[in-house]
């Protein structure tokens, strides 16, 4: 039957140091994924804009500028999915941002990549969502 949970994040991944993607295990309502005030950031980091992907499982976070090799915590409240079922309260996210020297080659936003669940993607593939499809924002 159908899950009665609501979104949970499956990761978050930096995209330099005023961007990152934080990607869903279901689709989501546009209008809760694109409020910002459903997104906070730990270190006095503000979340400047939130875009819905094209799968609408992930969301691009525009934000001011994060320190690199510094630990922060996403905060999640009020993003629901299009069953309508709210994500749990204060959900969080650890994740390391490492600095713009470990930054890979740019995310090609436009292209869409067949998913493959089938194995866990290879290193170079980083900045694929989990499965390997790159998300278009």
Known sequence: GASTLGPTIVEVKPQGANSLVVFFNKT????????TSNFRMSGD?????AKLSQSQMAVKLETTSQSAHTLYTLTVNSV???DGR???TNSTYLFYYQGEDAVGPDVEWGAQQP?????????????AEPGCGLESF
């Not at 980091?45 to 804009?49: E, F, K, M």
């Open 115 to 127: 998913h493959d669940h089938g194995h866990r993607c290879d290193h170079d593939r980083r900045w």
């Open 80 to 82: 629901i999915d299009q």
């Open 86 to 88: 709210s994500i749990l």
């Open 28 to 35: 989501l309502d546009f209008a809760s994924a694109t409020n």
């Open 45 to 49: 980091v503000a979340v400047l804009s």
